[in-house]
């Protein structure tokens, strides 16, 4: 992570004295990360497989005047400034292309591309058609929190399990928690799911406060979807006992025991899949393009030493089962969940 960042700093100076736009220069990228590297193993991902594809695009290039740019903007976790901020990068006229990631995003950038008709945009995460300016690429999310919630059935002694959202927001509602009770429910019959919200993506005080309750609530097994305030969640874990599915990342390392699983979308290989094509003019603007685990875009990783110590063999069988079939398309989840 530490040379993540040091990375995006660096890329993000070569960018400073970025001019405006003309005919002739060089590809210039701009990332807008809608929160904080450091905070989201997803955001640290879009930017590793970003700066991954404009590396392999430069040394390609005997001519530096002709290197691609990469300038990174964190835009911290207030929501409400973020419109602002991509108005503000897309009338600099210093960018061709502003790349992001979230599912909000949509809907923010349409009336920025009436504004600017020279500016493209390229999200993850995120879904719309029909706007030549644009180009989204969909997560789809349910097998992911399906398999999160099948395990926390599995490993759960006292059949409740929770989640913890930073906030709330339309993929949180009808996706993440309602995909992840259920797998947990289909688990084990009974099992059943609490969701709480600790109002922002850093107050790890707020979620170990929460992680708490849970633990007084008689839950034992925990995703955490909150930024950094997982940290608080993953230390109330250790101090009470509980046991943690983790989402986005392989993180057995952050901590090994209470940790059980670990599930995650590859950001990274779409973000410098979708860089690399954008470079060679190659991006299907105006569309939006969906993958799964079925296209190879979800990962759950079943072969770390600490998930073989930490979970018993008979639940890593099912869990193995359980992913084969959704791969495989022998299972397949609804579309949606009736509330």
Request: overall charge negative; proline content about 4%; aromatic content about 10%.
């Amino acid at each position: 992570m530490k040379k993540l960042l040091a990375l995006c700093a660096g890329i993000a100076l070569l960018c400073v004295g970025c001019a405006k736009k003309s005919a002739d220069r060089a590809p210039a990228i701009a990332l807008f990360i809608t929160g904080i590297i450091a905070d989201s193993p997803a955001y640290a991902h879009l930017a590793a497989g970003t700066a991954a594809a404009v590396d392999e695009y430069n040394a390609a290039i005997a001519d530096e005047k002709q290197h691609a740019t990469l300038y990174v903007m964190e835009a911290g976790t207030n929501q409400a400034e973020w419109a602002s901020k991509l108005t503000a990068l897309a009338a600099s006229g210093a960018y061709d292309v502003i790349i992001s990631s979230n599912p909000a995003l949509p809907e923010l950038v349409a009336p920025i591309c009436q504004q600017f008709a020279d500016v493209k945009f390229i999200l993850f995460d995120a879904s719309a058609e029909g706007n030549p300016q644009l180009y989204t690429v969909s997560y789809d999310k349910r097998d992911q929190a399906y398999i999160s919630g099948y395990m926390a059935g599995l490993f759960s002694r006292t059949h409740k399990v929770g989640l913890i959202a930073a906030q709330e927001y339309p993929i949180m509602n009808t996706v993440l928690y309602p995909y992840f009770a259920k797998g947990a429910a289909d688990a084990v019959p009974g099992t059943t799911a609490d969701f709480r919200v600790v109002g922002n993506w850093y107050d790890a005080a707020k979620g170990a406060e929460i992680a708490r309750a849970m633990h007084d609530a008689n839950i034992d097994v925990i995703l955490p979807i909150c930024g950094g305030a997982s940290q608080g969640v993953i230390a109330t874990a250790r101090e009470k006992g509980m046991h943690i599915v983790w989402f986005d990342e392989n993180g057995f390392e952050k901590a090994p025991g209470v940790i059980i699983s670990c599930c995650m979308t590859k950001h990274e290989f779409a973000a410098q899949e979708t860089t690399r094509a954008y470079l060679a003019g190659e991006t299907p603007w105006g569309t939006v393009r969906s993958v799964g685990l079925r296209e190879g875009y979800l990962s759950y990783f079943d072969d770390n030493p600490a998930y073989i110590e930490t979970v018993p063999q008979d639940i890593r069988e099912k869990m193995a089962a359980l992913v084969a079939a959704l791969r495989d398309g022998e299972l397949t989840l609804p579309q949606r969940l009736d509330d």
